[in-house]
Nanobody, 123 residues
Framework: QVQLVEYGGGLVQAGGSLRLSCTASGRTFSRLTMAWFRQASGKEREFVAGIGANANYADSMKGRLTISRDNAKSTVYLQMNNLNSEDTAVYYC???????????????????WGQGTQVTVSS
């Protein structure tokens, strides 16, 4: 089992930045593929960014995001810049206990999920 805990959500003004963190426990972190998803009110959960051997991003957000991992701290980060109201959502950290070259972009591929952290962007 893998336990995931997210940090860093909150309220930010449009155009601002936010960094989310997710700390994992229970498995060797370096062997996990990690990802961030989000779910806005009334919408389906969608892929935001993932990191295995490489990082990949949702096309709609590419250029505004940086995903990174610190294996020594068992933590994955999501830096989000130039936020707008459409980025308001609950952001979830997810993990697969397989190390992929490129992280899958479908949520059903992920075995473990955090509890989510709310990001609200005010205009």
């Amino acid at each position: 089992q893998v336990q995931l805990v997210e940090y860093g959500g909150g309220l930010v003004q449009a155009g601002g930045s936010l960094r989310l963190s997710c700390t994992a426990s229970g498995r060797t972190f370096s062997r996990l593929t990690m990802a961030w998803f989000r779910q806005a009110s009334g919408k389906e959960r969608e892929f935001v960014a993932g990191i295995g051997a490489n990082a990949n991003y949702a096309d709609s957000m590419k250029g505004r995001l940086t995903i990174s991992r610190d294996n020594a701290k068992s933590t994955v980060y999501l830096q989000m810049n130039n936020l707008n109201s459409e980025d308001t959502a609950v952001y979830y950290c997810a993990a697969i206990s397989t190390y992929y070259y490129t992280a899958p972009t479908t949520d059903r591929s992920y075995h473990y999920w955090g509890q989510g952290t709310q990001v609200t962007v005010s205009s």
